[in-house]
């Protein structure tokens, strides 16, 4: 854990605060707290991750778009029911940097228009909250948790008379 704050702390002041969106995009990261953050670049004529494949992202995810070359824009071809998400229409050049929290589940489908003719389309899916697909229920199965106390019973039962042997036994030789 301790390496892992270091690095945001790092991430923080270096990149994010000081050179592009501190002045804009501070507060808002701040209530964006809670959610995941993603990071899309817009590079040469692709967004990376979702023009290769599609980014999956849990609902409530925050999106950040950096513009890593020049000459690009986010424009909305489809959203699911439920999301006004308009994209960003004016074409920026690096270092610019745009972001979105994704509620409304469903697949977002978006496309660069200098670039479209290059292939600079993207896809994002926004799935349910959720633990990632985990086992929910208790990990041990219950015959183990039965077979553990029991295990343990017998346990405190040995202890216990070899106490009482090793106490009263001895005593008993002198
Ligand atoms: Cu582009």
């Given amino acids: 854990m301790g390496a892992d704050v270091a690095g945001a702390q790092t991430d923080g002041n270096e990149t994010d605060g000081n050179e592009t969106d501190g002045n804009e995009t501070d507060g808002n990261e701040t209530g964006a707290a809670g959610g995941e953050r993603v990071t899309v670049e817009l590079v040469d004529y692709a967004y990376e991750p979702g023009t290769d494949s599609p980014l999956s992202i ?3 995810t925050t999106v950040q778009f950096v513009w890593v070359t ?3 824009n986010i424009a909305v071809d489809g959203t699911p029911d439920g999301s006004e ?3 960003h229409e004016p ?3 690096a270092p610019f940097e745009y972001e979105n929290t994704f509620d409304a589940e469903g697949t977002y489908e978006f496309h660069c228009d200098p670039h479209l003719n290059l292939g600079m389309e993207g896809t994002i899916e926004v799935g349910a909250t959720g ?3 985990g086992p929910t229920g208790p990990a041990v199965p219950g015959w183990a948790l039965t077979a553990g106390i029991l ?3 017998a346990l405190a039962v040995a202890v216990g008379l070899g106490y009482f042997f090793l106490k009263y036994g001895g005593y008993e030789e002198e």
């Fill in 131 to 133: 633990d990632g697909g």
């Fill in 91 to 93: 074409v920026e050049d």
């Fill in 58 to 60: 849990e609902s409530g």
């Fill in 70 to 72: 020049d000459n690009h």
């Fill in 85 to 87: 998400w308009e994209g």
């Fill in 151 to 153: 295990t343990m019973g």
